[in-house]
C-alpha cells in the first residue's frame, strides 16, 4: 500500500487561513478608524461648545454691566 501525500490541500487551508485573519484584522482597523473618528467629531463639537458658552458668558457679562452702569446711573439722577 503506497501513500501519496500532496501538500496542495495544506496550502489551501493556510491560505484560507490567511486570508480569514487578514479580514479580521481589517476589520479591526475599520473599527478602530471609526472610534477615532468619532472621537475626533466629539472633540470638534465639544470645543465648538466651549467656544460658544465662553462667547455667551462674556456676552452675557457685558449685558450684566450695562444694566448695572444704567441703573447707577437712574439713581444717582
Known sequence: MKFK???AP???VREHQEKIQKQK???QVSK???ISDLQNEVQGKLKQFL????EQTAASIHLI???SM???QV???
Do not use: G, P
Open 5 to 7: 501525500f500532496s501538500l
Open 10 to 12: 495544506v496550502l489551501k
Open 25 to 27: 484584522l481589517a476589520e
Open 32 to 34: 478602530k478608524q471609526k
Open 51 to 54: 467656544n460658544d458658552s465662553e
Open 65 to 67: 454691566r450695562q444694566r
Open 70 to 72: 444704567h441703573l447707577e
Open 75 to 77: 439713581h444717582q439722577n
